[in-house]
Nanobody
Framework: QAQVVESGGGLVHTGGSLRLSCEIS????????VNWYHQAPGKQRERVAR???????DYADSVNGRFTISRDNTKNTVYLQMTSLKAEETGVYYC?????????WGQGTQVTVSS
């Protein structure tokens, strides 16, 4: 069954780092773009980073310089390296794969940043 699976969330102190992983089913490769979204408690989901199939990337202003999105083609995985984490970045992080056949979401991974 084709799927998108996030992992790597956890508890970290303010200023700490985490690396999230998004494993993408081969059925969704090649993709158009992979987005990472953050949903804080009680708030709407917001995109923090994206990577296009060609390799170009962009970031939300709030994370630019601290987060890095990358991919490992051999593992069909997209990563989100997060550094200098802030308390307001607590929430669920979702991976979204945009493919010619549709728009696919993972179940999310929880990140908690404690001060």
């Amino acid at each position: 069954q084709a799927q998108v699976v996030e992992s790597g969330g956890g508890l970290v102190h303010t200023g700490g780092s985490l690396r999230l992983s998004c494993e993408i089913s081969a059925d969704y490769i090649p993709f158009i773009v992979v987005n990472w979204y953050h949903q804080a408690p009680g708030k709407q989901r917001e995109r923090v980073a994206r990577i296009f199939d060609g390799g170009s990337t962009d970031y939300a202003d709030s994370v630019n310089g601290r987060f890095t999105i990358s991919r490992d083609n051999t593992k069909n995985t997209v990563y989100l390296q997060m550094t200098s984490l802030k308390a307001e970045e607590t929430g669920v992080y979702y991976c979204n794969v945009v493919h010619k056949w549709g728009n696919y979401w993972g179940q999310g991974t929880q990140v908690t940043v404690s001060s």
